[in-house]
């Protein structure tokens, strides 16, 4: 039986750690290596507790909170990231589960079980998945290069497999159930829709779409750079055409495709696609499913 104050961090490791109480009460944890020296350096550490000593130097730093390395990976995303806006909606998520637990409490079972249900719930993909666990490790990799944190626990978070291939499409019956749902809350996405579903556009191309890259005589849109980098050009049947007349009478022609219909620049569309997809009872399925339907011969 493992003794109290005594714990792998992370089970199966090897290394161990010890949890006690300084003279001042505050809860401490610190490294230990093999369990052997674990119990000694508990055993250490209580003795000193109880005759009043002070930790030394080293261990009198304070702790540091998740909400802080939280803070931090945003300031970085910020200044380095073209996926700041993604990382800005979901770190909400990981602070709703984390805000208040100190940072070298956080084990990678926390984050694996934070991650399974924010999986399921959302009806994300392995690839959202993935990318949910890199802003995680975004977090504590910074977190470590700051000096605030040793050890990064998303390193042992179960990497989701990928299939690139799109594989899952849309079906007449979905279609519909999914346009009622968008209709019933939010009708000023379905253009957004309508443009995914008949251009193929990735999302990041999409909403990163400005009216300067549409050419609606020629009915063609311009991507100046794709995921290989190379520009591509993409046809416009009759109903991308439809999508973006809408979109247009939302701006002055200039600046970014796709707006709120208050003329705002969006983000993207995970906040409302998504649950969409949960309302019309849709599974296995994400927004880079869309676009599997070939446009119409010009």
Sequence with gaps: MTQRGVYE??????????????TMGRIRREKAG????????????????????KLPESLRT????FAELAHDALVYSKAHKRT???????MPWLLADFRERTADSITPQDFEHHITRMAEARNWA???????????????????ENG???????????????????????????????????????PAHMP????????????????????????APRRV???????????????????????????????????????NPQGEPLIGPRYWFEPALGRAKIRAFSWHCLGTRSPAAL
């Design 148 to 186: 605030k944190v040793k050890e990064n626990p998303a390193r042992l978070v179960k990497h989701r497999q990928v299939n690139n291939a799109r594989t899952r499409w849309l079906s007449p019956e979905e279609e519909v159930r999914l346009r009622a749902a968008i209709e019933a809350v939010c």
């Design 9 to 22: 961090k992370f089970p199966g490791s090897g290394v161990w750690w010890v949890r006690y109480a300084d």
């Design 34 to 53: 093999t369990k052997s020296s674990a119990l000694t350096l508990y055993r250490k550490r209580k003795t000193e507790a109880l005759q009043g000593k």
């Design 192 to 215: 957004e829709l309508d443009l995914a579903l008949n251009t193929g556009l990735r999302l990041s191309e999409m909403y990163g779409l400005t009216w300067e890259n549409v050419n």
């Design 62 to 65: 304070p702790t540091v909170s």
């Design 84 to 90: 700041y806006g993604d990382d800005i909606l979901r």
């Design 221 to 259: 849109l311009t991507i100046p750079r794709s995921k290989n980098g190379a520009t591509r050009h993409v046809p416009l049947n009759g109903v991308a055409l439809a999508a973006l007349t809408e979109l247009r009478e939302r701006s002055d022609g200039t600046g970014p495709v796709i707006r």
């Design 126 to 144: 392995p690839a959202s998945v993935n990318r949910y666990r890199a802003l995680i490790s975004l977090v504590f990799r910074l977190g470590i």
